[in-house]
């Protein structure tokens, strides 16, 4: 089984973000529970041809540290239901969110990569995290 699970994580190709690899939880099997805090890892400028509507504005990438317990699942879903319906309420703001395993990590630490873009905004975006955020 551990041969199996090596060729499998082998043969993804990760997501590299700020020289650190991550997987998606959804290939590894991996369901995410409690998050332990958010912070901004990356922004880019996406200038492509498919860019009809934002005119290169910055997609924005957040990272959240996630404690895959079971104590705080049902807390941690309301609460990201709740991100997606202020997202969903800005009116030009789309959000992609992609679970991810640290290519590294062996524990029961994963991430949660947020991609922003089409106009929307963090600022007033969950007030107890905005710090973190913006800084």
């Known amino acids: 089984a551990a041969l199996e ?11 590299v973000v700020n ?16 998050f332990t805090s958010v912070y901004l890892v990356t922004s880019e400028r996406d200038n492509s041809d498919l860019d009809i509507f934002a005119q290169g504005k910055a997609q924005l990438y957040v990272c959240k540290r996630i404690d895959a317990t079971e104590r705080n699942c049902r807390a941690a879903a309301q609460r990201e239901a709740e991100i997606h319906a202020h997202l969903s309420a800005l009116g030009g703001a789309s959000a992609r969110i992609v679970l991810l395993k640290d290519w590294a990590d062996e524990g029961a630490c994963l991430s949660l990569l947020m991609q922003y873009g089409g106009g929307g905004t963090l600022k007033g975006w969950q007030p107890e995290d905005a710090a973190e955020l913006l800084a």
Do not use: D, I, T
């Open 5 to 15: 699970a090596a060729a499998r994580q082998s043969a993804l190709k990760p997501l």
């Open 19 to 34: 020289g650190r690899p991550y997987f998606p939880v959804r290939q590894l099997g991996h369901n995410a529970a409690s």
